[in-house]
């Protein structure tokens, strides 16, 4: 019996587990941004010309939500300046020119055994070595745990990897099976909670088998085998399928007693206490038909997107498109020079090939985005009244609930930009009401000074 | 070589950055195949003739797209095959011996009338093949209905013209040459391709299979003809047999399968479908019983049409999260305020 939620797609998953991990030689020059989390940026803590070592704190901030950044080489700072985000913009970076030494730097010792049992002990390390949620959404990670203690009867550990190309999750499922099941006992314990439940889809078999000879409930975890539709990795199905809880409109999964951590965040959480390891290294999945692979490249945090492909063996085909994260969800880079981070879990070079937009989609009505949208919301009539302006109506229906997962827009035979308009409407919303919120303090401003 | 990369202009778009191969002209081919049981059958009853409004209809529906869209300087639209499939269908409902030129009026007014003035593919409210079709079935009454023999009864039958199996039923009775199982291999008189539910059937499975349409308009439609029938039988018939008679005879398969379920025209939320798909099963049982015509699928499936956006409005569902509680709470706290509001 496999456990899933209603509703999903399934995509072309083009995913490439059998092809070996591959270690990327770190480029001559990292870029390190200072937001490379949800939450406060960091402030950088070293100037041009300062030698850094290999883990190394370079930036960070102390407001609750913030996670602090590491340098991923040993080498000298050239520069503190504003420089391309993969997400877009230019975003205050720490550029570091590697000396190819790899210096390490001691500042964080493996954890005791004694801190290993401790709570607060792994919290603190998971904030100081940057674990942030790698499955792409950059959360901080020791917040999250920490803001679920008393609230969090369960812990629901996100192995579905449901996004096609990826393959970084089911690689560190197979290559690091113990370190990944203690990994998991970590946030068990950090988060005070008694179970763990793994979910993985069955496309895993084979690491699920593996994960099983381990004897996951020894380190208190259940695995649970997850039928193959995307979204599965959403973090509200995680929960529904694994648990049969439903989160609420608006609400998170701590509302119903969950907390939903990645695979890859478990196994970063591994190695800053057990190892002494901050995050400076990923597996990226590199693909898509402009380069010649795929690869798992195992590549540290601030490499160049071109620098990258041509470390992949360079581009057969001319790139039309970046995406960053896997196709279904990734958004696209803006600029070659722009460097992986800590949430890339793919780098797709995508040409011609795979985009099959149309000019002048005309809706049909078949209602196909319907029947597969996990949130049970009615994109057909959201995308209408975004096309009026209608915002009452879009309300109405509950376009804030969209979590942009992209299986409508997928599905949609007219090709009509759907996520595209919701996440456009979304951001509407909240700048409706960011302006209103500075309207009404204004106001008050105003009548206090009277 | 960095120098040369950044020439390249990337483009940039929000997810998803990959689309299901499935698009407009692929559903709209599938159709056209799942249709080609439907065709043979017809053509093997009939012979060749029904090849030529078959044709002269999807010509001539392409036509007036493409001339409607050039006339007023839209954007081209025929290759999405909306057009040809809406001709294929409008000529499978012809009576076998319809003069050519017959497709060519019905699709003017499908394809003009109800299809692009009301702005193309996905805005029309009527199905345009349907619509043709009561056009034509109002203008051209005793063309429409005049029913040729079929091959099969070609030894049974004398005379060139002979009365549709539902005349039968709902008249002085049903001639003993057509069993339930003649019916549904289509050994009966009717439109070129309404005759075998077989064939249709057929075409069903195929769109089902190819999620071009999904189950719940056809089964709820059909069921509910079925459920109907085999509840209000007919004196001097079993109730399974006179079920099963009205199942096989008239349009109600081609209806059911292929004009119910037209995109445009039908709800795009599942219990709306539901609805609509009973609707026009209750309709098509009313007007057989009591109606005017011996037939009702066509104005049954073109009434429940207009109901498409308040069914559609009507089976808005709540969003994921939302348990059964939640809504009667809400329910209730709008009953309060009411309530509240009138002692104010």
Sequence with gaps: MTHTFKGGVHPNYMKAPQVPISVVTPPPEVVIPMVQHIGAPCKPLVAKGDYVKMGQKIGENPAPVSAPVHASVSGKVVAVEPRPHPLGDMIMSVVIENDYQDTPCEDLAPLTEEELKSPEAILTRMREAGVVGMGGAMFPTAFKVRSGIGKVDKLVINGAECEPYLNGDHLT????????????????????????????????????????????????IEIVPEAVKYPQGGEKMQVKAVTGREVKPGGLPAGVGCTVVSTRTCYAIY??????????????????SAVDG???????????????????????????????????????????????????????????????????????????????????????FMYMYYNKGDYENMEKYHVMDCFECGSCAFNCPARMPLTHAFKTAKLMFQDKAAREKAAAEAKAAKEAQK | MSEKKERIILDVAYQPQ????????????????????????GVLQFGLYPLVLLLTGVCSAVFWEWGYRRLFKKDASIGDLSAALTGLLLGLTMPPTAPWWLPVIGTFFGIVVVKQLYGGIGKNFLNPALAGRAFLFSSYATIMATWSIPNALSGTVDGTTMATPLAGMYGDGLPAYFTAKSMFMGYLPGCIGEISAFALLLGGAYLIW??????????????TVGLLTLIFGKSGYSNGQWMLYNLFSGSLMLGAIFMATDYATSPVTLN?????????????????????????TTYAILIMNLCTWALDKAFHRHQFGVSKADIAFKKAEKLAAKEAAKYE
């Design chain 1, 294 to 380: 795929p690869h798992n490249a195992l590549t540290r945090v601030g490499t160049p997107l071109g620098y990258l492909a041509e470390q992949c063996g360079g581009f057969v085909k001319t790139p039309r498109k970046i995406v960053l994260g896997g196709p279904m969800m990734g958004i696209c880079a803006t600029s070659f020079e722009a460097p992986t981070i800590k949430g890339t879990a793919g780098v797709l070079y995508f040409t011609e090939e795979e985009d099959r937009m149309v000019e002048n989609p005309q809706c049909i009505r078949c209602g196909k985005c319907i029947t597969v949208c996990p949130m049970n919301l009615e994109p057909v």
């Design chain 2, 272 to 296: 709306g479908q539901l609805v609509y798909g009973a609707g026009c099963g209750l309709l098509t049982v009313l007007i057989r019983y009591f109606g005017g015509f011996p037939e009702g």
């Design chain 1, 271 to 288: 190695q800053a206490c057990y190892e002494g390891k901050p995050v400076i290294e990923r597996i990226v999945t590199v693909g898509g």
């Design chain 2, 18 to 41: 990959v689309r299901t191969t499935q698009d407009t002209k692929r559903l709209m081919l599938d159709v056209m195949i799942a249709l080609l049981p439907a065709i043979i059958v």
């Design chain 2, 210 to 223: 190819r999620k071009v349409i999904s189950w719940r308009i056809p089964v709820s439609f059909i069921g």
């Design chain 1, 173 to 220: 499922m197979l290559n690091y099976p113990e370190k990944l099941l203690k990994g998991i006992e970590l946030v068990r314990i950090a988060g005070g909670v008694k179970k763990a439940f793994y979910g993985i889809e069955v496309n895993k078999q084979d690491a699920i088998d593996l994960l099983n000879s381990f004897h996951p409930e020894q380190y208190g």
